[in-house]
């Protein structure tokens, strides 16, 4: 209850290669970035690792680099130096949105996008841009890179697709003219700011010859956050009328199962879903009509 | 029969400067840079963790929490724990040589507990270690034999609603033979008859919330063992007194043994009176055992868990009016959750009580409080006082029965709020400034009331606004509660420069300011000649507890009397040195002082501060102030409650998002009438942050308990309090000026009348947004999160 930090070993990593050589040799540890996360969690007793390896300071994993179709994150780029930046600003919009509204000043300068993601919490804020931007993860470790889709590499409640003596190097993300000018983001917390999302939403528009084609995500109402497949897949090829909006935004009951607790109720946070999206869709339709 | 000096003193400056406008003072009533701003903001260590730094050889003090909320302790093992590296010594309640209680109006609470656990906070052990680390680390190896006993959640598993007899169930003060606290009650006039003649009645039950303190300092003592077997301690209280006689009952110590200082408190609004005592009495242990300095510092977890919060409240209300909008009478029963022990609930509850019928001509009455304790964290003191929790029911009724008769909300209180000259449902005479009325009308203007009322009613769309008014008035100082007194000592050095005194503390409410301006303004000297000891047992005057917005009046009266005697003093003197007519013609404009017919010829303020200490005039002074006893009549609730009302009148103007129902407040109007206003800064200051902690109270804060009573939201990161985003876009402050006569220059409290009626108005604001008679009653408890503000719209059927 009277949280106290429990002792363990404690390495820092000077580059990605010694970090990635020292998780390979530890085998009990976790990995400290930001620690915005990780402290809280080790003082609770949620993980009691042998090891914390510190990667907190590898520079070369901090970057935000556009690369034509595709922005690259490091995984170690503070949340504040994503909202800071020109590139995901105008390239990511909904990322730069979803930053906007996270913690505060202080806790985004430590914060890093890897960690949220890492993290896997239900909750995370990153998740829903990146999911709807169909985001890729690259991971690292001594046996080689993997790139996996974010939407798989997120298994659930704190549970990743990531291996022991594997860490994540960076997010590839997709970038279009259509997410740069059709999005909307909603955050429904307990407060307006410095709090987590009752429900957070991400939906934006991009196109197949030009017809739109939407992509929705939401965190908070189900073990991870996801993409709201079954409204995606009513919208194709429909265009944003009220009728159809109505109806995606109860559709999307079938791709959440919230649950209650301090925050909120499964069934307010079932309508809320509901709401926000209905919210989001019209703002989109408003932006298509342009 | 005659009056105390200092009474005269009082109520001679008062008339003397009645018609005097605020703006023609020099220093009262101005915005005047507190004294301690500068060393706060620039970092300097002024809170009691701070002085760490100068603390040498410490040891630390941990306690051990229950793990149970309701459990027997059948044995305790420590031998592990003693074992664990560091650690000095833990100590039981076998280790105390005084008595093991800290119970702070009534003796129910054991500093640790021995018998039994009544709530998850209860001390089980100390551990006394080199190293906080190592306290903590032993703590987890202290291992004790639980039987554990049904937990009690709820009050009404104990006591019926009906009858409000205690049912029977397996008692947690078991020593006492009950778990009812104690009962309140108002008789007056026949009830039966009014209801019975009445063409409206409505009724409803209401609920408000736990409310947690959130201050920004979490609690810290540190006690320094005397060479003469005494104890020096350092702690985190808003009433160094009160926790010097715990202290002290619970050392077996006479209390000139025990010293207690008070430095800046991180915040206080109630939460620091009885948690105060506890820490130092945990720490003072420690350090007269190992004759070392002992330190306890809390962490915000520690703190949720281990000092009390406002009493939530569940009542009922009936009220009955005529056609023509008269208040006929009221019924009500009003339950406080006490949770696990007494603290000052005796005190919230008859201050529940008092307030139970609002500031309203009200000739029947049949009003019951009971306070009954749970499993949970205790309820104790918290800005407000009991206040609250009676003024959301009354205010919320209010608005039903406008509604009802088919009254504007401002029209139907008009016609049934006190004013001067009448009797309040105690029946006390209001003899002075009653400023409700002025109140009501300057907020009603300010924040554009029924333009605003039209206006939002004619609004389409899913997202409404609403605006609301709440009204109330609050008992200032303590009351019936205990003796009421206040003093303070004020010494002008020999260059001129002045130490004051007070045993009042300053818990960062700033109302230690009020009593600079108001010794600068009787003295004639600016603010910055005066400097400000710590509050301490040992070395300042006992003022009474800084509670209960008494330190501006009851504080503010014995700094005038101080004053008053030095200043005649030192006019008698510059009249003779200038050759002045009389010492009335003496203006100390310091560092300037002169005959008021001749200001060029002068004398400096310490020339004459020098004269004096040769000739003999004394340069020290002491103030001390009694208020008129109060009167309290138990068995009809009936008296003179308290001396004197601080009124106000709130407006809050909001938005409604009829598809989540989130409320959000967008323009707030608050007006107070406080008598005069002595630091103008400090008064606008605390409209608005009361509004802004109000508000907390009214859409989001609440403690929620798991089953087994755990409180599942313990630190600031799931007990949500507003942040900067969360405050109105636009707040209008006014301040009416209806003096009263024993006080100084008229002032009364503000400091927690700011909370009073902030969570009616909002919660009135969105009824009206609502527009249904039916939602209207359902918008009955508060927090008003989205959730259960959606709920409501869901079950009236409120559509866009």
């Not at chain 1, 939407?151 to 279009?176: D, K």
Request: aromatic share 8%; glycine share 8%.
């Amino acid at each position: 209850m009277f949280y106290k930090l429990p002792s363990f070993e404690y390495f820092k990593a000077r580059s990605v290669g010694e970090a990635l050589e020292l998780a390979g040799k530890i085998g009990d540890y976790r990995f400290l970035a930001g620690g915005t996360d990780l402290l809280v969690d080790l003082k609770i007793g949620r993980y009691k690792p042998r090891a914390i390896l510190d990667i907190g300071g590898l520079r070369e994993l901090s970057y935000i680099i556009n690369d034509g179709s595709r922005v690259r994150i490091g995984a170690l780029t503070r949340l504040e130096d994503i909202l800071r930046s020109s590139v995901v600003r105008e390239r990511l919009p909904l990322l730069h949105e979803a930053v906007y509204h996270m913690a505060s000043w202080q806790i985004r300068s430590v914060a890093t996008i890897g960690g949220n993601i890492g993290n896997a919490s239900p909750a995370a804020d990153t998740a829903p841009p990146l999911l709807v931007h169909d985001a890729i993860v690259k991971t690292r470790s001594v046996r080689g890179e993997r790139a996996v889709r974010l939407e798989e590499f997120i298994q659930g409640p704190r549970r990743t697709l990531l291996e022991p003596g594997e860490m994540i190097v960076e997010f590839e993300v997709p970038a279009s003219p259509g997410l740069e000018e059709y999005w909307a983001y909603r955050k429904f917390g307990r407060r307006s700011a410095f709090t987590l999302s009752v429900v957070g939403l991400a939906v934006g528009a991009e196109f197949l010859e030009g017809s739109p084609v939407f992509k929705v995500s939401l965190n908070s109402v189900a073990p991870k956050p996801v993409r709201a497949r079954s409204v995606e897949e009513y919208l194709k090829g429909k265009t944003l009328t009220d009728s159809v909006i109505e109806t995606a935004s109860k559709i999307v009951q079938q791709d959440i199962s919230p649950i209650t607790d301090v925050r909120a109720t499964a069934e307010y946070r079932r309508h809320l879903a509901t709401v926000l999206l209905k919210d989001a869709l019209k703002e989109i339709a408003g932006r298509l009509r342009r | 029969m005659s009056k105390p000096d200092y009474v005269e003193i009082v109520e001679e400056i008062f008339y003397k400067t009645k018609e005097k406008k605020t703006e023609e003072f020099k220093y009262v009533g101005k915005d005047v840079v507190r004294w301690d701003a500068i060393s706060k903001i620039s970092g300097q260590p002024v809170y009691t963790a701070d002085l760490l730094r100068f603390i040498k050889n410490p040891v630390f003090v941990y306690s051990v929490r229950a793990k149970y909320a309701h459990a027997r302790i059948k044995g305790l093992d420590v031998s592990d724990a003693l074992k664990y590296p560091g650690v000095l010594a833990v100590l039981t309640a076998r280790d105390i040589p005084g008595i093991n209680d800290v119970g702070y109006v009534i003796p129910d609470q054991p500093l640790i507990a021995d018998r039994k656990v009544r709530f998850i906070g209860d001390t089980v052990a100390l551990v006394v270690a080199e190293s906080l680390e190592n306290a903590r680390e032993a703590g987890e190896l202290v291992s004790v034999d639980y039987e554990p006993l049904k937990v009690y959640l709820d009050p009404l598993e104990i006591i019926d609603p009906e009858t409000l007899q205690e049912k029977p169930h397996e008692l947690i003060h078991d020593e006492r033979g009950s778990d009812i606290l104690t009962r309140y009650k108002i008789r007056v006039g026949d009830v039966e008859k009014a209801f019975k003649e009445a063409a409206v009645v409505v009724e409803n039950k209401y609920e408000t919330p736990f409310q947690e303190h959130a201050y920004i300092e979490p609690e810290a003592a540190i006690a320094i063992p005397e060479a003469d077997g005494g104890v020096t301690i350092y702690a985190k209280t808003q009433c160094p007194f009160d926790t010097r006689k715990a202290v002290a009952n619970v050392l077996g110590l006479p209390f000139n043994m025990v010293r207690v200082i008070a430095p800046a408190l991180g915040g206080g609004f109630g939460g620091a009176e009885d948690v105060g005592n506890e820490i130092a009495a945990k720490a003072a242990l420690a350090a007269i055992r190992f004759k070392r300095p002992a330190v306890l510092l809390h962490t915000r977890e520690e703190s949720i868990i281990g000092h009390t919060k406002r009493h939530r409240t569940i009542s009922w209300y009936r009220h009955a009016a005529s056609r023509d909008g008269t208040l006929l009478g009221v019924e009500a029963k009003i339950i406080l959750d006490k949770g696990a022990y007494a603290s000052l609930g005796p005190f919230v509850a008859w201050r529940a009580v008092v307030h139970s019928t609002g500031p309203y001509k009200v000739r029947n009455a049949k009003v019951d409080v009971v306070a009954v304790y749970t499993n949970k964290i205790p309820g104790g003191a918290f800005r407000g006082f009991g206040n609250p929790q009676v003024t959301f029911p009354v205010e919320r009724q209010m608005d039903i029965l406008a509604e009802e008769l088919g009254m504007d909300p401002v029209e139907f209180r008009l016609k049934n709020i006190l004013r001067n000259g009448d009797r309040t449902v105690h029946g006390q005479l209001l003899d002075h400034g009653v400023g409700l009325e002025e109140a009501i009308k300057k907020a009603v203007e300010l924040s554009g009331w029924y333009e605003k009322r039209r206006l939002y009613a004619s609004l389409k769309g899913p997202v409404r606004r609403g605006i609301g008014i709440a009204i109330f008035y609050h008992g200032n100082s303590i009351g019936a509660e205990g003796a009421d007194y206040s003093s303070v000592s004020v010494i002008i050095q020999r260059d001129g420069s002045i130490v004051f005194r007070t045993g009042l503390t300053d818990m960062g409410q700033g109302a230690i300011q009020g009593l600079i301006n108001i010794l600068a303004e009787v003295l004639g000297v600016p603010p910055h000649y005066i400097k400000v000891e710590l509050a301490d047992t040992s070395a300042t005057p006992d003022a009474g507890p800084t509670v209960a917005s008494r330190s501006t009046a009851m504080g503010g009266n014995a700094t005038l009397v101080a004053a008053y005697k030095l200043r005649k003093r030192l006019d008698q003197l510059a009249a003779s040195l200038l050759g002045c007519k009389s010492p009335d013609d003496v203006v100390i404009e310091a560092p300037k002082v002169y005959c008021r017919d001749d200001p060029s010829h002068t004398i400096t303020w310490r020339e004459l501060v020098e004269q004096a200490f040769w000739k003999g005039v004394p340069l020290q002074e002491f103030g001390y102030y009694r208020a008129p006893p109060a009167e309290w009549d138990e068995e009809t609730g009936t008296g003179a409650p308290y001396f004197t009302y601080t009124y106000g009148a709130i407006v809050s103007d909001v938005e409604v998002d009829l598809e989540t129902g989130l409320v959000r407040v967008k323009e707030a109007t608050t007006v107070y009438d406080i008598g005069r206003v002595v630091n103008r800064t400090g008064a606008e200051l605390h409209a608005i942050g009361g509004y802004i902690q109000g508000m907390g109270y009214a859409l989001m804060e609440d403690l929620y308990y798991d089953s087994e009573g755990r409180l599942l939201n313990t630190n600031l990161s799931t007990y949500h309090i507003p942040t900067a985003l969360d405050t109105p876009e636009k707040f209008n402050v006014y301040f009416v000026e209806a003096g009263y006569y024993h006080a100084p220059f008229g002032a009364k409290g503000l400091g927690e009348p700011s909370i009073v009626a902030i969570a009616p108005s909002i919660a009135n604001a969105v009824a009206n947004a609502l527009r249904s008679r039916e939602a209207n009653k359902l918008v009955s408890k508060h927090p008003l999160t989205p959730d259960y503000v959606y709920s409501i719209i869901k079950k009236a059927g409120v559509k866009p």
